[in-house]
């Protein structure tokens, strides 16, 4: 196989493990794979030139582009931003104003109203929801996006197709290939003997995890909600298919794919079809994919589960499945450590973060779409007499602003009392009590947390509204195509009226904007964020209190930093064994000034932090 083209060559480089892996799965099907590659090919020449040219031939010299400390990102509902994507277009100099240059737009492809699961049931891979705009709005955005440096993310929803598209409407109609893209039986035995193993994703709104298709007279599988059908990848044409429905979106200009809900995407009899091995053969056969089409393309696996499922995501430095993973157990042990203002279980886990090699770049983040789920590491709290149930139960109330003294206010999602269990929504201001009269501890502990984010290695994203503090949207109670769903509590319109707002530093909003700009610019400027620097717990005898410290060292270059962080609202004083007596000059990186403490005491006002750094 000569080389006569980039194509053919990053071709050549991975043909022998695409071939070996594609047979793996599907017995040896040489004419589904020689259609594969045929699809590889059609999808390189259909790739716009200023992306070929732009981008994946110098990302392709800097494999590892996404993993310094100079990404900052920002995940935003279009609808919510600019209403439409040429919306979103005239407010790219807000985007850039936050310093931000990774740009996560949320679910915008065509979704039936209604049933869509926020934009998550897709009728058509290939069209955005019209409301929005078009598929060529998508690419003028993207376009320019990268004009002024800035990369653009999209959710593809893999596991699952809206029961509208249109595989869909033919195997309803009963055409046999088409149900054979889906899972489809004829009665409920089989679907019976999956539900033995089968854990439920939303056992209040959508229990169980098959539906009664009236139309074709059997039963479809539906993990998530009855109107998302799971999609059978144990049949080639819909990976096929599926990966080339991915590679459009790419050339398109989008930069990074979140593979949605990942782990679900095989389906094996008898286990719980999460997580099995041949869901690592089909990402890495589309991180190959990605990296022979349009290598400038990072993969973004939506993995919401504890780190040891969480890392096999990554791969191996040899096989590499997904370029990046969320951090979602820090941003769980975020909130837990909120409520409790106990940081023992965050420097637990966090130790754990520490230990993993640093090519592994995980998104950091505070709030999303999403809601926060209490899956904490509860073998770890029993030893403090902690019970699982009674702890979420304190945890719901003290963020709903039920508890005692807590100025939070949040509202409960997928309420699940038979199991204890139910998961938490709100802004990340109104979580922190910006709704309550004592606004000062509130913005306090805002300003804090977005501290705390950024000093994490990775990279930080923002939930576009964060940023000025923006409150919960409680109107979504009064429409009734969204009042069962508390999760569009944080999901309101952005309000370009708080932050015209962001310079006067009388206002919530001016305080929480400036103070996250000047953060993110430090972040950004210093190479002790960069995620190759060395990170490690600081003991600070104080429960309230975490300590981080980072280093970064080259020969021209040494920075050393200390980061405390103040949980509780009253003043804390510490003591850390870090050498805080002027053989290194310490410098507060907030006001410049220099640090000492000949005792190594340092004291936090309420919800305080402190960054020290020293060049050594």
């Not at 040489?30 to 031939?57: G, I, N, T, V």
């Not at 409920?188 to 098959?210: D, K, M, S």
């Not at 907030?590 to 640090?595: L, R």
């Amino acid at each position: 196989m000569n080389s006569t083209n980039p194509f053919e060559s990053r071709l050549a480089t991975y043909y022998d493990e695409l071939k070996w892996l594609y047979y793996e799965l599907y017995g040896s099907d040489k004419q589904a794979f020689d259609y594969f590659c045929s699809m590889l090919r059609k999808c390189w020449h259909e790739r716009p030139d200023y992306l070929k040219h732009d981008l994946d031939e110098a990302r392709e010299h800097v494999p590892d582009w996404y993993s310094g400390n100079d990404i900052l990102g920002m995940m935003m509902y279009s609808e919510c931003f600019g209403k439409t994507l040429q919306g979103v277009k005239s407010h790219l100099d807000y985007i850039k104003e936050c310093g931000v240059n990774y740009l996560h737009l949320m679910p915008l492809l065509d979704s039936p109203e209604g049933r869509s699961d926020g934009g998550y049931a897709v009728s058509d891979f290939r069209r955005v929801r019209p409301d929005l705009g078009t598929i060529e709005d998508l690419a003028d955005l993207s376009r320019e996006c990268h004009k002024s440096g800035i990369s653009v993310c999209l959710d593809f929803v893999m596991n699952h197709t809206s029961e509208d598209h249109e595989w869909a409407k033919r195997a309803r109609n009963g055409e046999k290939e088409f149900q054979d893209r889906y899972f489809f039986f004829d009665n409920w035995e089989i679907p019976n003997q999956f539900e033995r193993n089968l854990p439920e994703v939303f056992p209040t709104t959508a229990p169980g995890n098959f539906t009664f298709c009236p139309e074709a007279g059997k039963v479809v599988m539906t993990t998530f909600y009855p109107y998302q059908w799971d999609l059978n990848y144990r049949n080639p044409v819909v990976f096929n298919d599926m990966t080339e429905n991915m590679l459009f979106l790419c050339n398109q200009g989008v930069d990074i794919i979140r593979l949605d809900a990942v782990p679900y995407i095989w389906k094996t009899l008898g286990t719980n079809c999460r997580n099995l091995p041949q869901v690592h053969t089909l990402v890495r056969i589309m991180r190959m994919a990605a990296e022979i089409v349009c290598p400038g393309t990072l993969l973004l696996g939506e993995v919401v589960m504890e780190p040891s499922k969480v890392v096999p995501y990554f791969g191996t430095v040899d096989k590499p499945e997904c370029n990046m993973l969320y951090n979602v157990t820090t941003m769980a042990s975020t909130w837990h450590t909120v409520a409790t203002q106990d940081t023992r279980l965050m420097k637990h886990q966090l130790a754990s973060v520490f230990a993993l090699p640093k090519q592994y770049v995980f998104l950091n983040y505070l709030r999303c779409h999403d809601d926060i789920g209490w899956g904490l590491d509860y073998d770890f709290l029993r030893q403090f007499q902690i019970d699982e149930v009674a702890h979420k139960k304190f945890l719901n109330d003290y963020f709903k602003g039920d508890f005692k003294n807590s100025p939070s206010r949040g509202e409960t999602y997928n309420d699940a009392p038979e199991l204890g269990d139910a998961r938490m929504c709100g802004t990340t201001a109104s979580l922190c009590g910006l709704e309550s009269p004592d606004k000062d501890s509130a913005i306090r502990l805002d300003i804090m947390l977005h501290a705390f984010l950024l000093t994490q290695s990775g990279i930080p994203v923002l939930y576009s509204g964060d940023e000025i503090g923006q409150l919960n949207d409680y109107t979504y109670h009064d429409d009734p195509k969204k009042a069962a769903d508390s999760r569009y509590i944080h999901r309101g319109a952005f309000s370009w009226e708080n932050a015209s707002k962001r310079d006067d530093m009388n206002t919530p909003e001016g305080k929480i904007f400036n103070a996250v700009k000047t953060l993110t610019g430090l972040r950004d400027a210093l190479a002790v964020f960069s995620n190759s620097a060395d990170t490690w717990l600081i003991e600070t005898h104080n429960d309230h209190v975490l300590g981080i410290g980072r280093y970064y060292g080259e020969k021209t270059k040494k920075e050393k930093m200390l980061a405390f962080f103040n949980f509780s609202n009253d003043e804390q004083v510490i003591t850390t064994s870090e050498n805080l007596a002027g053989i290194f000059k310490y410098s507060n990186m907030i006001t410049g000034e220099s640090f000492k403490s000949p005792t190594g005491k340092i004291t936090l006002e309420g919800y305080g932090f402190l960054w020290l750094l020293a060049e050594l």
